[in-house]
């Protein structure tokens, strides 16, 4: 036994690190989407001046309602579970899962952190550091559009048939988009690995500006988090499942299938806030810190041990995280809901124009610079 | 004749037309709002209501929960003349009469039951009693219950009357009075 792991120590190694890193990075992330449920509701009643939910309880302590998420996945998993009479059976159980899947599929490829030593093992705080990640990225979010149309069409239901077709001509639209304002990132970072363009992004501008996506690319920022609010399928983009007047996709589901594609876009919200931390605001990295602590600008040094580094470089990716998730929360519930044909105008005459001349112009000051 | 109104809608300046700028302004409403009732949270508006009682204002404290008023021996003043079963749009008043043995010219309600869920709180019943016995001061809210018995009033709950009300005064208490005084019991 003892010759067995001896003798396939790193690939044991690299197996178990790679679960540990699964466990907490996915952990992490399923349980703050649970907390995300509760967010969207505490966040929009504070904004419109209400209390939002603080009834559910464990033995009389609400925490303010802190128990919510869990009240509401036991409800959703007591109620019926619907299928209708003439629904195809196979592809309507399968739609929720194509809807998660893709979107769980996507955080291997993000980086939480630069790395860590532990008893002189270098364990990278990503789940996987592909050289194509942003690639992959686009990819996959591409087969989510998958679970839209499979749940609307499984359903034999003309409205909610209507409501994918709605999703599907939203999601491939702004996948254009998507796409084309990450172009100008890679030309000026040079890589499509999202650690290379994090670790890019430490380096200073004019010796004080740190090199973030927002500050090289501010154009492709607003664009990119306008196609991704689009992507995510929520308010202001919301046509696909418009709750308020018209039906959406899911409108057949009930039960845990339909909390499946809840869940689904609350981990979408998480990814888009990763995304846009990890390529416009330097991902892990804190201004000024580099592997042996701080240093500033005037010269100023603060050296920090390697576990505290870590530690904070985790710390800000986590936070900046946090924060957009609010902003995203913030953004759906201040803007009205596009019509459809505004949210297509938008996308093909407004921001598919405007992310080629971004493009054309990053081209540009980079051919300039590089002479 | 229809009447137009006409909209002078004015035409998007380019800032408007970019919409950026607007939606930095709605955003800054939405997170001042936000931020404020975070940090303030009692300066929510929101009551807790059933921890939290609310005083009633106006009118509202005369629609509140029905009593029956007693006299000062603790007999209702309710004679079961049966006016306010008959006022009761909601027919949520239910009333058995009965006699006092020793004296023949006036009836008691031996059963007096409001069914609070039918209950449209209309105070038709306030209106309609000659008597003065029914009232809709109490200032409880009625409602939220486990059970729907729960909401059903019977005589017993019903003279549950708020602390120093019981009256003799009025003209509707004065054959009870003579009754009560012919017996020496005033």
């Known amino acids: 036994m003892m010759e067995f792991f001896e003798a396939n120590k790193d690939i044991i190694l690299f197996t178990g690190v790679a679960a540990v890193k699964l466990a907490a990075f996915l952990g992490a992330v399923m349980g703050f989407a649970g907390i995300m449920t509760l967010a969207e509701r505490k966040v929009s009643a504070l904004m419109q001046d209400r209390v939002g939910p603080n009834r559910a309880s464990v033995f009389g302590f609400a925490f303010n309602g802190l128990f919510q998420p869990a009240a509401d996945g036991i409800k959703m998993i007591l109620k019926e579970d619907f299928m209708p009479a003439r629904a195809e059976k196979l592809l309507f159980t399968l739609a929720p899962f194509f809807a998660l899947v893709p979107v769980l599929l996507l955080f291997a490829v993000i980086p939480f952190g630069d790395y860590f030593m532990a008893s002189g093992y270098m364990v990278e705080l990503q789940i996987a550091d592909l050289p194509l990640g942003l690639f992959l990225i686009l990819a996959v979010s591409g087969l989510a559009i998958y679970g839209v149309f499979l749940g609307g069409w499984a359903s034999k239901n003309n409205f909610a048939l209507l409501g994918a077709m709605r999703g599907a001509a939203q999601m491939v639209s702004y996948e254009v988009v998507l796409g084309l304002t990450l172009a100008g990132l890679m030309m000026i970072y040079g890589s499509a690995s999202l650690q290379d363009m994090v670790r890019a992004q430490g380096r200073l501008l004019f010796g004080f500006v740190p090199a973030w996506g927002v500050v090289c690319q501010p154009f492709a920022f607003v664009l990119f988090l306008t196609a991704a609010i689009a992507e995510n399928k929520r308010t202001p983009f919301d046509l696909v499942e418009g709750e308020s007047e018209i039906i959406g996709y899911f409108m057949e589901y009930s039960s845990m299938r339909f909390a499946t594609f809840m869940f689904a876009e609350f981990v979408e919200i998480i990814l888009v806030a990763m995304l846009t931390a990890t390529l416009f605001f330097g991902g892990w990295q804190v201004p000024y810190l580099y592997d042996t602590g701080f240093m500033f600008p005037g010269g100023a040094l603060l050296p920090l041990g390697h576990h505290l580094v870590a530690a904070l470089q985790v710390g800000a990716f986590a936070a900046k995280t946090v924060f957009f998730c609010w902003f995203l929360l913030i953004v759906r519930w201040t803007l009205p809901r596009f019509r459809f044909d505004q949210l297509m105008g938008l996308c093909w005459k407004a921001l598919l124009p405007l992310s080629l001349l971004n493009i054309l112009a990053t081209g540009a000051v980079l051919t300039f610079l590089a002479r | ?186």
């Open chain 2, 1 to 186: 004749m229809i009447s137009v109104k006409k909209v002078n809608n004015k035409p998007l300046n380019l800032l408007e037309r970019i919409y950026l700028y607007e939606i930095a302004r709605g955003i800054a409403v939405t997170t001042r709002h936000f931020f404020a009732n975070l940090f303030n949270p009692k300066g929510l508006p929101t009551i807790q209501y059933p921890e939290q009682p609310v005083p009633l204002y106006g009118n509202a404290r005369f629609r509140s929960r029905h009593r029956l008023k007693v006299r000062s021996d603790g007999s209702p003043k309710c004679v079961a003349c049966f006016m306010c079963q008959t006022a009761c749009p909601a027919y949520c008043i239910h009333i058995e009469a009965a006699e006092y043995q020793e004296n023949s010219v006036e009836k008691y309600p031996a059963v007096f039951n409001i069914d609070l869920a039918r209950c449209v709180m209309c105070g038709m019943c306030v209106e309609a009693c000659p008597e003065d016995a029914i009232a809709m001061d109490t200032e409880e809210i009625p409602g939220g219950a486990a059970d729907r018995t729960e909401f059903l009033m019977t005589k017993e709950s019903l003279l549950r009357n708020r602390p120093g009300e019981p009256s003799l005064k009025g003209a509707a208490n004065r054959l009870a009075n003579e009754y009560l005084g012919s017996r020496g019991e005033q």
